[in-house]
Every structure is written in C-alpha cells, then in structure tokens.
C-alpha cells in the first residue's frame, strides 16, 4: 500500500511539473531532465513509470479527460434534455475549475482536441438531430460535427478571455443554439 501511494505521487509530481513546463514552452524543448529537475525526482523514477515524455503528457491527458467526463456524465449518458443541458452545465464547470491545464494542454499537446471532440461527440451520441432526422446520414454527421466543434472551440476561446464571460451566459449560449438549431424528435425540448 505504502509502494502504491509513492508510485501515485512520483507520477503526481511529475506530471504536475510536465503542466508547469508546458505553460512556458512545448513539449519538444522539455527534456527529461529538466522535468526530473522540476518535479524533484530522480530520472530512474521518470523512467520506472513512463518511457518518454510523450508517455507522460499521454498520461496527463487521459487523467484529465477521466476528471471531466466523472464530472459531466455522472457514469451515464444523458437520456433526455434536461439530463443533456445539466450535462453542459457541468463540462462549463469542470473546464471553468480546470482552465489552466484545459488551456495548456489544447496550446501543448497534438492529440488533446481530438480527444476533446470525440468526448464531446459522445455527450450527442443516440440523439437523432430532429429536423435533419429524414436527411442521409452524411448531412447528420456534418450537422453533428458542426455543433460539436462549434461547442468545442467556443468554449476554448470562452476559457481564454480575461475577463470571463460569466458561465451561464456560455451556458445558455450553447443550449440556445442546440436547443433551436440542433436537437431530437422535432419538437420543444423544454
């Protein structure tokens, strides 16, 4: 028990001192040792845990994106649209928690927003986009990546400004859009 918890806190530092690195420069100008240096441990602990930096900054992302989707899904996808805009609330409120790595990691890491997308895509998946429901599923999927991107970025750009619009206003910013331009069965989600 005792190993386990020294094991989580090397792999703690080091990937705090990864993010701390990042927010000053990018991954290819850090080198093993400086991150050892920063996260006061030795390189045989860097290397006991992860095989190069990338390993490391794949780890940071994948702990990060778990964070966020406990928050968002609850451990279920959403069923209906209050589920759907509690959802929402809850990715604006993680993200707003968890800005700065959020923000380093999408100007840091080459494979971050991809996997914010596909978590993003997973938040609509089973809802039949209402009034493209008779359309082929080449315009659905284009409507869905649409409004998955749009959310994505809009909400990236929303974690950027100083000051912060006020994150209802971003809330309802998207809910608004999806609500009449993007949702299921047609009718009123209210």
Avoid at 115 to 134: I, K
Wanted: one cysteine or more; glycine letters at 6%; aromatic letters at 10%.
């Amino acid at each position: 028990m005792a190993k386990d918890r020294r094991v989580q806190y090397s792999k703690l530092r080091l990937q705090q001192a990864l993010v701390s690195l990042l927010d000053k420069k990018p991954v290819g100008s850090i080198d093993v040792t400086e991150l050892c240096r920063a996260a006061e441990v030795s390189r045989s602990t860097f290397y006991a845990h992860y095989t190069n930096l990338c390993d490391c900054l794949a780890e940071v992302e994948r702990t990060f994106l778990d964070r966020i989707n406990q928050g968002i899904f609850c451990a279920q996808a959403p069923r209906d649209w209050p589920e759907f805009a509690g959802n929402i609330h809850r990715m604006l409120e993680v993200l707003q928690r968890e800005r700065e790595i959020f923000l380093t990691l999408c100007r840091n890491s080459d494979t971050f927003m991809d996997q914010m997308l596909a978590g993003a895509s997973q938040m609509f998946s089973g809802y039949d986009p209402g009034r493209l429901a008779d359309q082929s599923p080449g315009l659905r999927d284009c409507a869905l990546n649409f409004v998955v991107y749009g959310m994505t970025y809009t909400v990236r750009r929303w974690l950027e400004q100083e000051p912060q619009i006020p994150r209802q206003a971003v809330a309802e910013l998207i809910l608004g859009f999806i609500k009449d331009g993007y949702w299921y069965e047609g009718s009123d989600p209210t």
